[in-house]
C-alpha cells in the first residue's frame, strides 16, 4: 500500500516534507516489519500459535488504512499551539530564508487544518482526502501570511483552506464546473435543507445564503440529476445516450443559465436606462435570442460602431459592479448552449 501523503500528491513535493517530519517517528515505527513473520509492524508477539499468514496480511492491511489516519490525528494533536510572539518570530525568520521556521509554522496549524475538514463530512470526499486538500489551502497561507496585516495566521488561513476543500469537492463531485462561491452556497443549502427535514424545506426559502443567493433561489437546482445515471441493471445505458439533445442544454446547465440570468439582470439594472437595454439585447436578457450590434443599431437608430462602443462602457462598469470572473463564466456559458 503506497503511504499516503497528506501534503501532497507525493513525498517529494514542496510540500511534503512537514508531513513527514510530523509522522517520521511513528510511520517508519509503523512500515518495520516484525522479525518472526516479517510483516508490517503489528505488535505481534511470539506465542507459539501463529495465524495463518494470509490471514494475518488482510487483518494488517485493514489496520494500515485506519492507522495511518489516527496516527497522523494523534501526532498533530500533540503539537503545540504557537503564542503570538512566536509566531511573529517564525515569519521573521521564514522570511529570511529558514525552511525549519516555515516547517513549524505549517505543522502547527495542522490541528486547523483537521478541524476544518471535519465540517466537509458529508460531501463526498474522505476525511483524508479533505485534510490533504486543505493542507494545500494551509501552505498557501503560510506562503502569503503578513503579520503587518494585523491579523493571526489561523485567522488568515482560514480562507485558503476553505477555498483548497471547496475547489477539490467542486472538482471530484460536479459533473459540471460552476464557480466556487456558488458551490460553496449550494453546500450552505444543503446542510439547511437537512436541518430543517425535506418537508420543511419551502420554509427556508426568504434565508440567506450567499450574497444575492437565497434558499428559494437554489431550489431550482435542487432536483437535477445526473446524465450519467444509470437506467438498467447492467449500468451499460445512460440517461444521456437516451434523452440528450445537442441543441438542448443539460437540465444541470438550464438550470446555471437561470440563475445567471436574474443575477445578472439584477445588476444590469442599476446601469443607466440606454446602457441596460443594450446588454439586455445583446446578450439575450430580453427576447428569444441575443441580436447583432447591427440590428441593435437599427432599433435605437445608430451605428453599428456606436452599439459597440456603448456596449463595452456598459461592460466595464458591470464588470466593476460584479466581477470580471463572474461576467466572463457567464458570457462563455452563454455561448456554448
Known amino acids: 500500500m503506497r503511504p499516503y501523503c497528506l501534503l501532497g500528491e507525493t513525498p517529494n513535493s514542496h ?7 510530523v509522522l517520521h517517528h511513528h510511520y517508519n515505527r509503523f512500515l518495520q516489519r516484525c522479525k518472526p513473520c516479517g510483516h508490517i509492524a503489528c505488535g505481534y508477539t511470539p506465542t507459539g500459535m501463529e495465524e495463518p499468514r494470509e490471514e494475518q496480511e488482510e487483518v494488517l492491511e485493514a489496520e494500515e488504512e485506519v492507522d495511518i489516519l489516527g496516527l497522523y490525528l494523534a501526532e498533530v494533536a500533540r503539537t503545540p499551539i504557537l503564542s503570538e510572539a512566536e509566531e511573529k518570530e517564525l515569519v521573521w ?14 505543522v502547527s496549524h495542522l490541528r486547523l487544518v483537521i478541524s476544518m475538514a471535519k465540517e466537509y463530512g458529508d460531501t ?22 503578513d503579520p ?14 476553505r477555498q483548497a476543500i471547496g475547489k477539490a469537492i467542486e472538482k471530484h463531485s460536479q459533473m459540471i464546473r ?8 449550494i453546500v450552505r443549502f444543503q446542510r439547511l435543507k437537512a436541518s430543517f427535514g425535506a418537508e420543511g424545506i419551502e420554509e427556508t426559502e426568504d434565508v440567506l445564503i450567499a450574497p444575492g443567493l437565497t434558499a428559494e433561489r437554489l431550489l431550482r437546482i435542487r432536483d437535477t440529476i445526473s446524465l450519467d445515471m444509470p437506467v438498467d441493471e447492467e449500468e451499460q445505458l445512460t440517461l444521456e445516450e437516451l434523452v440528450a439533445d445537442e441543441d438542448m442544454p443539460t437540465p444541470e446547465r438550464a438550470a446555471l443559465i437561470e440563475l445567471f440570468r436574474e443575477e445578472l439582470l439584477e445588476m444590469v439594472e442599476k446601469l443607466p436606462p440606454r446602457d441596460a437595454q443594450i446588454l439586455r439585447w445583446r446578450y439575450g436578457l430580453e427576447g428569444p435570442r441575443p441580436l447583432t450590434l447591427a440590428e441593435i443599431g437599427q432599433k435605437l437608430g ?30 462563455r456559458l452563454i455561448a456554448s448552449v
Open 15 to 21: 510540500f511534503g516534507a512537514a508531513l513527514l517530519s
Open 302 to 331: 445608430v451605428s453599428r460602431e456606436r452599439v459597440r462602443q456603448i456596449e463595452a462602457r456598459a461592460l466595464k462598469r458591470l464588470k466593476e459592479a460584479w466581477g470580471e470572473k463572474a461576467l466572463e463564466f457567464y458570457r
Open 148 to 161: 503587518s496585516h494585523g491579523v493571526r495566521l489561523s485567522t488568515y488561513a482560514r480562507w485558503w483552506i
Open 178 to 185: 460552476i464557480p466556487a462561491y456558488l458551490f460553496r452556497a
Open 93 to 106: 525568520r521564514m522570511k529570511q530564508g529558514d525552511r525549519a521556521a516555515r516547517e513549524r509554522l505549517i
Open 124 to 145: 463526498g470526499l474522505d476525511l483524508l482526502d479533505l485534510i490533504q486538500e486543505g493542507n494545500i489551502g494551509l501552505i498557501e497561507a503560510v506562503d502569503r501570511y
